[in-house]
């Protein structure tokens, strides 16, 4: 909230997610700014929501994670459970089970979004515990590092997350659900500056280019990217 006062001398804001009431207050209190915040349900006349449907891309995920798997034992680190970690944990297990009926996800709750160490032990465990498939809600690379360095010994594959993580995994990523903010930050930048900007809320999906499943490997079986493809589409 300190930091929304602070740069509330431009025209346009964009504010994190899971603020929503400290983004009302601040909202209210410079009414001449247009605040756009991520992952929230409350508008104002100068604020308004955007966020991603994270769940379809999480879905072909684990359809991959269930092609891929020997041991049919997924293992998912996750931050918090909010529900848009909960609908991305029910939507990869959904399409794992699309693959294999018998598959299970077993998940551990780190109770914070960003602690590489808790992320690294948690993925271990989960190693432990015969996943041989891993992804992850948090914000670190430490998911994509624990399966890297288990690769060779026990053939452990990663979905990266956010971003292509294939520089931490190179051998383990299997492909990674990738946000892709900048086509929509910059047309409502081009709104603003034309005078064209309201609070319109947003909940796009890989229709709309906002998340996507990336970064395939090249060297997956063909059948398995036919079927990754043909439920894409």
């Known amino acids: 909230e300190a930091l929304d006062r602070e740069l509330a001398e431009i025209d346009m804001l964009v504010g994190q997610a899971r603020a929503e009431a400290s983004a009302l207050r601040v909202a209210a209190e410079f009414p001449a700014v247009k605040f756009e915040h991520a992952g929230g349900w409350k508008t104002a006349p100068n604020l308004n929501t955007y966020n991603a449907r994270y769940y379809e891309a999480r879905w072909l995920a684990g359809l991959l994670a269930g092609k891929a798997s020997r041991s049919g034992i997924a293992g998912y680190v996750a931050g918090f459970p909010v529900p848009e970690v909960v609908q991305g944990i029910n939507a990869f297990a959904l399409g794992m089970r699309a693959a294999n009926p018998?598959?299970?996800?077993?998940?551990?709750?780190?109770?914070?979004?960003?602690?590489?160490?808790?992320?690294r032990d948690a993925a271990q465990a989960l190693i432990n515990q015969g996943a041989d498939v891993l992804a992850n809600h948090s914000g670190s690379p430490a998911v994509p590092q624990a399966a890297q360095a288990a690769f060779a010994s026990k053939g452990v594959r990663v979905i990266g997350y956010q971003s292509d993580m294939a520089s931490y995994a190179t051998d383990a990523q299997l492909a990674a659900v990738t946000h892709h903010w900048g086509p929509y930050y910059t047309a409502v930048a081009r709104a603003v500056l034309?005078?064209?900007?309201?609070?319109?809320?947003?909940?796009?999906?890989?229709?709309?280019?906002?998340?996507q499943l990336s970064a395939l490997r090249a060297d997956l079986p063909a059948e398995t990217r036919a079927l990754v493809e043909k439920r894409r589409a």
Do not use: C, I, T, Y
Not at 194 to 211: F, I, T
């Open 102 to 119: 018998r598959a299970e996800v077993r998940v551990v709750w780190l109770n914070s979004w960003f602690d590489p160490a808790r992320e």
């Open 194 to 211: 034309e005078g064209r900007w309201k609070p319109q809320p947003v909940w796009g999906g890989m229709k709309d280019g906002l998340v």
